[in-house]
């Protein structure tokens, strides 16, 4: 015991050293982080970025990388001091399309003759090639009553220049996340390579191509025969409570006409509907959509849309997994998607004649799915617990898994890093509730650990067999703990039932869940010290925190991050007004007693517990006015607590430095409350 606290204090303090077989926080950030891939049209060569950190800079820079199938000839085609991203081959496979400094460039697949293929005063993003190599769509905020670029300059200079910078609101949605949304909307733009004449697709437009919310990344795309594009858009007004993207599809010619009447609403219903991808046959077009309006984490069922018929039929009723990308196999037979499947994330394939469902890839958390053209080999990003993403490949059984790439090997190499175990307990009613369970590096079974209770956040979310940039469970257990982190009531990867028993009951079944799953892990795992308990999460994750505090008095020490504390207050100043009417079952107005039942602000008065409250002034979606009243009600009770506040981040701590300061303050502040 006295030989694990030595080194738990060590880490609390020390974490920052280089130079230990412990995983620091320098380690986390001088990691590489590989982003998308793009394959070739031949199959022969992976596109990917990768992202680097210093913290000397307090920054991250994006660079594009080539590295054969095989896994030979890693080589750089874009590094340099400016970030590059965003990459894409030319459908005859002689050129990559990429961005940098928000225009888009072209350049061999060698990197050499580099061009810019853009230079527009509002920039350029998302890279979509048509299938014909000679048109290329993407995205640009404009002002929708301009109609050129120098339009769109005066506005932005004489808005600078006027010492005035008060704004006048009169719908909602004025800002979104971490930015006030202005007046700017996103518009689709098509460059027209052999004229280099670009055009605004959506001109006039109100309505913004992607989505703001709950779109893909493949929101807009070419029919295989390049002269049709489909398109996701939320024809809605009332942004704050509408859930309801669309899919259009719209000739080329016709969308340069800027007439809207012209699009052609291919979904239905009032759910969010995203993702158009067309068959490589040009039979059908695929997109996932949800059923019930105003409900961000519904199923996502696979639809078919026949382009000759119309007609639109669900593949999905026949399982019960929410689907997130999709692609379609070269010969238009099957649909390859992955979706979470409790704690990773899976590939599946899905017949489209007989919807049958078949499990591929079923291990770790995997995305970025690629079929190569010869239908033989699926490729994807694949992370754990262990190793950030890195790139794989498998055979269409799920066999032959092969590691492509290893970015990273140098420095996790000098770790012992141990990989999740899970264990199952009852949660209310009886209902089984999976945990993941991580050990410290070289575990001494004999010995006692303190644990740490992770919360995730969403609700709708989950803790998965993944190597977290911000909440990561190996900086935990480096510390010296037992990382136990609950898929409580609303997790994914369970089922939609599972998921939905969170809504309208966020203190209640939930709480039961975590707190015998907490249980379990004490009564079962000999190694955990039952003196020392601590707990910490974000977001939904922070609002648990908080009803722990007015609820119990188990633990040593809490971490309230990004927290719900007043659900009425948070209510008036959230921006997406759909997911708090859906969760409160209504308006405060309409449903106040619920909004009171679970209101952590309400109970406060019994917390005994050490809180530290974290909270970034940018955070629109849990505004920083919930951490403000939390650390009001603490010191006003006397309540050990303590106020870690950035002025310059946002729902997440994303600046190397800053994240530095919150491992710091996080390890203090535990360490601090360990009883010896």
């Keep these: ?11 609390s303090v020390n974490l920052f050293s280089q130079g230990t077989s412990y995983f620091t926080y320098d380690d986390l950030w001088g990691l590489k982080r590989i982003g998308g891939i793009e394959l070739s049209p031949d199959g022969k060569t992976i596109a990917f970025t990768q992202s680097v950190y210093s913290m000397d800079l307090n920054k991250g820079n994006s660079d594009i990388y080539l590295v054969d199938i095989n896994g030979k000839h890693l080589r750089p085609f874009k590094n340099s001091p400016k970030s590059e991203a965003n990459p894409k081959f030319s459908p005859d496979g002689k050129k990559i399309a990429f961005t940098r400094e928000g225009q888009i460039w072209l350049a061999n697949i060698d990197g050499s ?98 989505p703001i919310a709950l779109g893909s990344a493949n ?51 009032l759910g969010n509907d995203n993702q158009p991808v067309y068959s490589p046959d040009g039979k059908y077009i695929a997109f996932v959509s949800m059923e019930r309006p105003r409900f961000e984490a519904d199923k996502l069922r696979i639809m078919l849309y026949d382009r000759k018929t119309g007609n639109i039929k669900s593949l999905s009723d026949g399982f019960d997994f929410s689907a997130s990308e999709i692609i379609w196999s070269p010969d238009s037979k099957k649909i390859y998607f992955t979706a979470a499947n409790k704690v990773n994330q899976s590939v599946f394939s899905l017949d489209i004649a007989n919807a049958n469902l078949s499990e591929v890839v079923p291990h770790c958390v995997n995305s970025g799915i690629i079929l190569t053209p010869d239908s033989k080999t699926l490729l994807f990003l694949r992370q754990c617990a262990t190793f950030p993403n890195e790139i794989f490949s498998a055979g269409l059984d799920g066999k032959n898994i092969v590691q492509i790439t290893n970015v990273n090997k140098e420095l996790l190499s000098r770790f012992s890093l141990n990989q999740i175990e899970t264990f199952w307990s009852k949660g209310e009613d009886g209902t089984p509730v999976q945990s993941i369970l991580l050990k410290p590096p070289f575990f001494d079974p004999s010995a006692k650990y303190p644990l740490m209770l992770l919360i995730h956040g969403g609700p709708q979310g989950g803790w998965t067999d993944q190597f977290h940039f911000r909440w990561n469970y190996q900086m935990f257990a ?136 974290v909270h970034g002034a940018y955070d629109f979606r849990v505004p920083e006015g919930q951490a403000f009243e939390l650390f009001t009600s603490l010191q006003r009770l006397g309540v050990e607590s303590k106020f870690l506040y950035f002025p310059d981040e946002t729902h997440f701590v994303s600046k190397p430095q800053n994240s530095r300061l919150w491992w710091k303050t996080v390890f203090d502040w535990l360490g601090v409350h360990y009883k010896n």
């Excluded at 015991?1 to 880490?11: A, E, P, Q, S």
């Excluded at 048509?130 to 769109?152: H, L, Q, R, W």
């Excluded at 052999?194 to 191509?209: A, H, Q, Y």
């Excluded at 190694?527 to 908080?546: C, L, P, T, V």
């Design 478 to 613: 480096n510390a010296g703990y037992v990382v136990v982190a609950p898929n409580i009531r609303g997790s994914v990867g369970y089922g939609q039932k599972f998921t939905d028993e969170i809504s309208g009951d966020w203190g209640g079944k939930a709480y039961t869940d975590l707190m015998n799953a907490v249980d379990y892990a004490i009564q079962n795992f000999s190694f955990i010290d039952e003196k020392n308990q601590f707990a910490a999460g974000a977001s939904y994750g922070g609002y648990m925190i908080n009803w722990l505090a007015g609820h119990t008095d188990r633990f040593n020490a809490l971490v309230s991050h990004a927290g719900v504390f007043n659900l009425e207050s948070m209510y008036g100043t959230t921006e997406e007004l759909w997911f708090t009417e859906w969760e409160n079952k209504g308006t405060p107005w309409e449903n106040r007693a619920l909004y009171e039942k679970f209101s952590p602000h309400r109970f406060i008065h019994n917390c005994k517990t050490p809180v530290l409250v």
């Design 113 to 210: 003759n580099e061009e810019k293929l853009t230079d527009i005063y509002s920039g350029a993003s998302g890279i979509v090639w048509s299938k014909d190599g000679k048109k290329i769509a993407f995205t640009s905020s404009v002002y929708p009553d301009c109609g050129d670029m120098d339009c769109n300059k005066f506005r932005d200079e004489k808005k600078e220049k006027d010492p005035v910078k008060a704004s006048i609101f009169t719908e909602l949605m004025y800002r979104h996340w971490n930015d006030w949304r202005g007046e700017k909307r996103s518009h689709l733009f098509l460059l027209e390579l052999d004229e280099k004449k670009v055009t605004d697709l959506t001109p006039g437009s109100v309505f913004d191509v992607p």
């Design 1 to 11: 015991m006295k030989k694990l606290f030595v080194i738990f204090m060590y880490l």
């Design 219 to 269: 929101d807009y795309t070419f029919s295989p025969e390049s002269d049709e594009i489909a398109f996701t858009m939320n024809p809605d007004k009332n942004l704050a409570v509408s859930t309801n993207n669309e899919i259009y599809i719209c000739s080329i010619e016709d969308l340069k006409k800027g007439d809207r009447r012209l699009y052609t609403k291919i979904s239905s219903g």
